[in-house]
């Protein structure tokens, strides 16, 4: 109870306010409309219930999360505050992708205005093949991969017989 009027709570449900109401603290009587949201979507009942299991500590700020979720039921009564998250969190990914496209256009714009530097390119010769996989390379490939030939003719097996590779 606060000084001679009783809480919002206790006004709304009619009852002499005691002085350890647990309802007193978190709803005062100059806003009652805070507690008649909650205890239209709670119930005055499990709100009590939730308060006096809750350390003193916690419980100003379960009243400002009931509150608060109340409020979001009132708007959406099939989402809730779930819809406000899930709508933020579009949100959000909307202006990420847009930030990413604006730093992609910023990139480009500076790549234009750079002089283009030649990138050094290697030079071959027309025979040169080194880089270029021969029958030889092909055959030593296995051991590059590191695993080596099972046979000493380096042929490939066909899958389809039935011939096992490790006999």
Request: charged fraction near 15%.
């Amino acid at each position: 109870m606060v000084g001679n009027s009783p809480c919002a709570s206790c006004k709304l449900l009619r009852r002499r306010c005691a002085k350890d109401c647990v309802f007193a603290p978190y709803f005062p009587p100059d806003d009652p409309h805070k507690f008649a949201i909650v205890h239209k979507v709670f119930g005055a009942s499990n709100v009590s219930k939730m308060l006096q299991e809750l350390p003193v500590h916690q419980r100003a700020d379960a009243v400002s999360s009931l509150v608060y979720e109340a409020n979001a039921r009132t708007r959406d009564p099939v989402y809730g505050c779930v819809g406000a998250i899930s709508y933020l969190q579009n949100q959000v990914s909307q202006l990420q992708m847009q930030l990413a496209v604006a730093q992609t256009e910023i990139l480009c714009i500076q790549m234009q205005q750079e002089p283009a530097v030649p990138l050094p390119m290697p030079i071959m010769e027309p025979n040169d093949k080194s880089l270029f996989l021969s029958s030889n390379n092909f055959n030593s490939l296995p051991q590059y991969l590191g695993f080596a030939s099972s046979s000493s003719s380096n042929v490939i097996p066909d899958p389809l017989k039935r011939e096992s590779l490790w006999t």
